[in-house]
T-cell receptor
Framework: GNSVTQMEGPVTLSEEAFLTINCTYT??????LFWYVQYPGEGLQLLLK?????DKGSNKGFEATYRKETTSFHLEKGSVQVSDSAVYFC???????????FGTGTRLTIIP | NAGVTQTPKFQVLKTGQSMTLQCAQD?????MSWYRQDPGMGLRLIHY???????DQGEVPNGYNVSRSTTEDFPLRLLSAAPSQTSVYFC???????????FGSGTRLTVV
């Protein structure tokens, strides 16, 4: 079956630190990959996506590259801000399947 | 543009009661899904639909029913509420998996 494994949290960083949240996947086909972000008390928002190998998704200073050889889609940001404090979810979907499979989420807290 | 609208935002039920969680989208999306979010478990798929009149079970369907009579609406019914159904429920819609899903703001359900 399909699955997504995320870096265990919680993660606490100081403002302006470099962020990496690891994500690896197992899929029976060729998935599209996503990062979603959930701010406190809110629903999930699509942060970025990549639909084929070596694609780089980017948004709001966050980046992730689809690595087929390592089945990974790690989320990175060069300099985090307090406003980046949220829960981050890695997810995949297979073309024609249309069901999102999520990782367990990583809670990120940025301290000033 | 309202996106995905869920009602109610909060609900408390007694064990054995039934209720319907409402979900509506105004983006003419074919695909709609219901997820539940529990601490440490990410989001798990309850039921999904690939179009009006077509629904299927997800990972955790027991105790829930759905129907899709129109493209816009995808209600989730709890037949006989149990404390194990205490969770946050999210509805989501998409025009196709590669585009990612748009999520509603969630319904926080407590069963006592």
């Amino acid at each position: 079956g399909n699955s997504v494994t995320q870096m265990e949290g919680p993660v606490t960083l100081s403002e302006e630190a470099f962020l990496t949240i690891n994500c690896t996947y197992t899929a029976t086909g060729y998935p599209s990959l996503f990062w979603y972000v959930q701010y406190p008390g809110e629903g999930l928002q699509l942060l970025l996506k990549a639909t084929k190998a070596d694609d780089k998704g980017s948004n709001k200073g966050f980046e992730a590259t689809y690595r087929k050889e390592t089945t990974s889609f790690h989320l990175e940001k060069g300099s985090v801000q307090v406003s980046d404090s949220a829960v981050y979810f890695c997810a995949l979907v297979l073309f024609g399947n249309e069901k999102l499979t999520f990782g367990t989420g990583t809670r990120l807290t940025i301290i000033p | 543009n309202a996106g995905v609208t869920q009602t109610p935002k909060f609900q408390v039920l007694k064990t054995g009661q039934s209720m319907t969680l409402q979900c509506a989208q105004d983006m003419n999306h074919e695909y709609m899904s219901w997820y539940r979010q529990d601490p440490g478990m990410g989001l798990r798929l309850i039921h999904y639909s690939v179009g009006a009149g077509i629904t299927d079970q997800g990972e955790v369907p027991n105790g829930y029913n759905v129907s899709r009579s129109t493209t816009e609406d995808f209600p989730l019914r709890l037949l006989s509420a149990a404390p194990s159904q205490t969770s946050v429920y999210f509805c989501a819609s998409s025009s196709g998996g590669n585009w990612g899903y748009t999520f509603g703001s969630g319904t926080r359900l407590t069963v006592v």
